[in-house]
């Protein structure tokens, strides 16, 4: 198994990658968000793999980080996901977007990637409920660490992970704990 590629990149053509390891060239599928991380031809780069070995064909997927490729392996478990699905949803949701969306069950930011419908959504969804973190939350930087304390005091306090996520989500920039977990607690007695 062909786990890491490091070389000089010789070509890059979307979605492929041309690099050359010790006079071998390897030629790689990577996702758009990998693409725009590549350096200049003639540079060196480094890149996680995937290889897929099929009765027609032997293809390798390249990533710029272990998490992306860990959820493209994600992805590919799921039923109905195959490897160029799993390369267009990391090419339009970063791996972070990809997590809120799961942890959020957002159906439409999935629905709005090329070649997946509403089904697929749903599936994917399900399927990988508990495989992603939803400490990916993203939130202000400033306040993120506030915000994850915000989001374990909902969540012991009995609150579902789904409207603990979604009531975080929705504070502002500015706040302490205690604040986020008084407007937290508005926003729930509203719904």
């Known amino acids: 198994m062909i786990a890491r590629l490091y070389g000089k990149l010789l070509q890059k053509t979307p979605p492929l990658v041309l690099i050359d390891c010790q006079g071998v060239?390897?030629?790689?599928?990577?996702?758009m968000s990998t693409f725009y991380q590549l350096p200049a031809i003639g540079e060196t780069i480094t890149l996680m793999t995937h290889f897929v070995v099929?009765?027609?064909?032997?293809?390798?997927?390249?990533?710029?980080?272990?998490?992306?490729?860990?959820?493209?392996?994600q992805?590919?478990?799921?039923?109905?996901?195959?490897?160029?699905?799993?390369?267009?949803?990391?090419?339009?949701?970063?791996?972070?977007?990809?997590s809120n969306a799961i942890a959020l069950q957002e159906v439409g930011l999935l629905t709005r990637i090329p070649g997946i419908g509403k089904k697929i959504a749903e599936r994917l969804l399900l399927e990988l409920k508990?495989?992603?973190?939803?400490?990916?939350?993203?939130?202000?930087?400033g306040a993120k660490a506030i915000g994850n304390d915000v989001l374990n005091a909902l969540l012991a306090l009995g609150y579902s992970e789904k409207e603990s996520l979604l009531a975080v989500?929705?504070?502002?920039?500015?706040?302490?704990?205690?604040?986020?977990?008084?407007?937290?607690?508005k926003m729930l007695a509203k719904s």
């Open 169 to 185: 989500k929705q504070l502002g920039d500015d706040f302490d704990v205690s604040e986020g977990i008084r407007e937290a607690l």
């Open 130 to 141: 508990d495989k992603f973190l939803p400490e990916a939350i993203t939130l202000a930087s």
């Open 25 to 31: 060239g390897y030629e790689c599928e990577v996702p």
């Open 75 to 98: 992805l590919l478990k799921v039923n109905g996901i195959g490897a160029k699905s799993a390369l267009s949803i990391l090419s339009g949701l970063s791996v972070e977007d990809l």
């Open 54 to 73: 099929r009765e027609d064909a032997q293809l390798l997927y390249g990533f710029a980080t272990e998490r992306e490729r860990t959820a493209f392996r």
